[in-house]
């Protein structure tokens, strides 16, 4: 794997070898020695353009565990405030030797650039792009639906038969978007719910079917609800009258997790909105995988990671036998 950009173009066996070598990162994290020296003397960089917390940790997490050297940039504080480009950055990081780069940025396209430029020879892992994708986010809910679901038995498995309702921002939700594919990719039959001004507009292009009612697509009986946080800060215009009626209408409140089926479960990619696009009894309840979706994505994202650095380690090892 030379770059992970998006899920789109993200085949059903590369997604499938992905969550399959998360498999075997999750079991090492068992042990009472967490580290591996699988990437020792690789150097990767966190170039983060946005704010986050939970991306940021859960990469350096994923990096340090393989024992790779890390590298936070953060954008504030930095040569970017002052007006440096993503050229001259890259081509500073490619100068201090990076083997990786996982962006994120509020631009959709940014990792785009940067992977296919030529200003730096580093693989590129997407972190989030503007409204684009994000694609470890996508793969982390894969592989904590695989694991709810199919337990022990879950390697090798696709999520054929099994139906994911997301419910919300649609509109500015790269979450969403890389959801969709990666989900529909492997097998599973994918609904939106949301209310019509937080559709977006090319969904008809979409392998999706759109609803929005949120009490009929819980009837329907999802295997898996996904709630999605409002982004205000990505919107320009009254999208919905108030932050009350979204939550009375579109959020998971008591009576509606109560609704769903013994054995849905219920994801949110976080930071979660208490009280909005979710109540706290929802959040907090059994069927609830918010916590797993972390731990997860340390899992996944030293997947991602070893698959992009160690792969090559690999085939030089094998030519030089």
Partial sequence: MRHLLDTKH???EDALRILDVAEDMAATQQREVRKLPTLRGKTVVNLFFEDSTRTRISFEAAAKRLSADVINFSAKGSSVSKGESLQDTAQTLQAMGADAVVIRHGASGAPQTLATSG??????????????????????????????????GSRGRDLAGLRVTIVGDILHSRVARSNVWLLTTL????????????????VSAWPVDVVYDLDDAIAAGPDALMMLRIQLE???AAYFPTEREYSRTWGLDAARLAALPADSIVLHPGPMNRGMEISAAAADSPRSTVLEQVANGVSVRMAVLYLLLAGERTEAEEDGR
């Fill in 187 to 202: 097998g599973a039959s994918v609904t939106l719910v949301a209310p019509p001004t937080l559709v977006p507009q090319d």
């Fill in 10 to 12: 993200l085949g059903r």
């Fill in 119 to 152: 200003w730096i020879s580093a693989g590129v892992v997407n972190a989030g792009d503007g409204t684009h994708a994000h694609p470890t986010q996508a793969l982390l809910d894969a592989f904590t639906i695989r694991k709810r679901f199919f337990g022990d």
């Fill in 234 to 236: 990505r919107m320009n």
